[in-house]
């Protein structure tokens, strides 16, 4: 008698849907993913096309039925995913449990709202799985990374992010007292988004100013907008430096849904269960 046929016969039916749906490294994981991407891919081209006015006039009826036929299907795919982990709380909450919930939301909420189905869009994130299905390490390593410096940094960027708005605030109040009405600043809210546009370097160009101590004051801005970029920049290649060591592989807890912990790892670093 074949040992592992008993064992996996024996297990539970929560483990056995888990390593379908969570994990990417069993063959019925891999391809469980994989035909997620292809219906994930379908509903977004579904709600695209549906906004195209020509495309809806004459397949109208038929997109509407698609749109809610993967709705149905993902709303089923969330509620096993809560069923199969010992903690669905911990996975709502998650990055992917949101994305999850607001890939389906859309849709229902059509029903009170309407056009709020064309938000359904955001289940293009759900694509980013195809990083675990594809075991794309360096990919998947490099996010962790990336979200391991952000939030390292964030005290620093909510820092940089309060000077600005000071700074904005303050250049908006000058410029609306040196052109005035006038001259289109009929306002220091709307001085205030001049100077937001005229220091992100956008220049939408709809208001400008016609004096020359306004011209040179937006010189001043212009130029130090670029310097102001190279501040956040400069916060997360620091902080990337020191986490770029890391190593973390894509297994999920059974128990938490999270991922992110060290290859040698026999425990969740995030609940304490036995991965």
Not at 9 to 33: H, M, S, V, Y
Request: glycine share 6%; with cysteine; charged share 15%.
């Amino acid at each position: 008698m074949d040992t592992n046929t008993g064992d996996k016969t024996n297990r539970p039916w929560r483990q056995i849907l888990f390593e379908i749906i969570f994990e990417a490294e069993t063959p019925a994981g891999k391809w469980f993913d994989i035909v997620l991407i292809i219906c994930i891919s379908l509903s977004v081209l579904t709600v695209m096309l549906d906004s195209v006015s020509s495309i809806r006039a004459g397949f109208g009826r038929f997109l509407y039925a698609t749109e809610w036929f993967f709705t149905i299907l993902f709303t089923i795919e969330y509620i096993l995913r809560l069923l199969c982990i010992r903690k669905p709380v911990r996975y709502a909450v998650s990055f992917f449990g949101i994305v999850d919930l607001l890939a389906i939301l859309p849709t229902y909420t059509s029903l009170l709202f309407f056009g709020s189905r064309y938000l359904a869009v955001v289940r293009i994130l759900r694509v980013l799985r195809i990083f675990r299905v594809l075991k794309l390490g360096h990919h998947t390593n490099e996010a962790t990374l990336l979200k391991k410096a952000l939030y390292a940094s964030r005290r620093k960027i909510l820092v940089f992010l309060f000077v600005v708005l000071t700074l904005v605030v303050i250049i908006g109040s000058a410029i609306y007292i040196i052109e005035g009405e006038e001259n289109g600043f009929t306002s220091i809210p709307r001085s205030v988004y001049w100077a937001v546009v005229t220091l992100t370097t956008v220049g939408y160009g709809d208001i400008s100013p016609n004096t020359g101590p306004g011209q040179f004051l937006a010189a001043i801005v212009m130029i130090l907008g670029y310097s102001i970029i190279a501040v956040p920049t400069g916060i997360m290649t620091v902080e990337l430096s020191q986490s770029y060591t890391d190593k973390s592989t894509s297994q999920a807890c059974p128990n938490c849904s999270a991922e992110g912990h060290d290859r040698d790892a026999e425990y969740c670093k995030f609940c304490g269960s036995k991965l």
